[in-house]
């Protein structure tokens, strides 16, 4: 009897933590226009790239590879590499044709920006990229943040490399479960990384909305690619952006 109780009030639970979780993301939505950031490329930056060779408010606007890259409003480092093309995000299809621009190595090859936002150098190790999944973000067109890395985040991967390889495996990061792998440079840019996470990972194909996806450097000169399942019972959005420190914290006060 008492189990039956016990059960009952874990049920009630959980169904009340969807629905604060439900009314949180809806809440997060309202406060927001889901079009600004393709508001932006389309009505500013590719016009007046195209009309007098301003981009502003975008950084740069590259037609020929088809993305634009923008200074984010937070932290002062945070740059976003966009396509120029309508694309929702990490569950749209376009993302699996390889016919379509490799946004993850693009967006790793903008790195210097944060370099020459800083008037510094930018280690590698400092430096990180991430998508939010289709339920972890308040924008409907694609960005991947190039920001910094979290310190905490930049010591649990200097632990785990050497156990790292090229295969998927489970970690915990932030209290979060995710899955990991390394790859090249060269390997980020022969393939996508939206194309790998699908291709490699049982069941994601149909379902990539349910990702967040991120890219760091290890200490040995290796990426590692971290990939987040969002899961409502355990109010995890899928955010790969915690990973990220928008602060700059690993770059001390200099940043």
């Known amino acids: 009897m008492q189990q039956g109780r016990n059960r009952a009030v874990t049920v009630i639970v959980l169904v009340i933590a969807l629905l604060v979780a439900g009314l949180a993301i809806a809440a997060l939505s309202l406060q927001k226009n889901a079009d600004a950031l393709w508001q932006t490329i389309s009505e500013k930056c590719v016009p007046g ?3 007098s060779g301003n981009p502003a408010p ?12 923008m200074k984010d409003r937070n932290g002062p480092l945070q740059y976003l590499l966009m396509p120029v093309a309508r694309i929702s995000g990490i569950e749209n299809p376009l993302l699996l044709n390889p ?4 946004f993850f190595f693009q967006s790793w090859r903008e790195r210097h920006l944060l370099a020459d936002k800083r008037g510094a150098p930018v280690a590698d190790s400092a430096i990180s990229l991430a998508i939010n999944s289709q339920y972890g973000r308040t924008q409907n067109q694609l960005h991947i943040h190039i920001s910094c890395l979290r310190a905490d985040v930049r010591q649990q991967l200097d632990q785990l490399a050497p156990s790292l390889g090229e295969h998927w495996q489970s970690a ?7 899955l990991l792998r390394t790859l090249t440079v060269e390997q980020l840019a022969q393939q996508s990384a939206f194309i790998r ?7 994601t194909h ?3 909305g349910k990702y967040g996806l991120a890219l760091a450097a290890l200490p040995d000169g290796r990426l590692v690619l971290m990939a987040i399942e969002r899961n409502w019972l355990k109010l995890n959005r899928g955010s ?8 700059c914290k690993i770059l001390g006060k200099a940043a």
């Open 172 to 178: 915990t990061l932030l209290k979060h479960p995710y």
């Open 240 to 247: 790969a952006e915690e990973i990220q420190d928008h602060s």
């Open 58 to 69: 975008c950084e740069n606007v590259d037609m020929a590879q088809g993305y634009v890259t």
């Open 49 to 51: 790239q195209q009309q």
């Open 197 to 203: 996470l699908a291709d490699e990972v049982p069941d």
């Open 206 to 208: 149909a379902g990539m």
């Open 99 to 102: 016919r379509t621009p490799n």
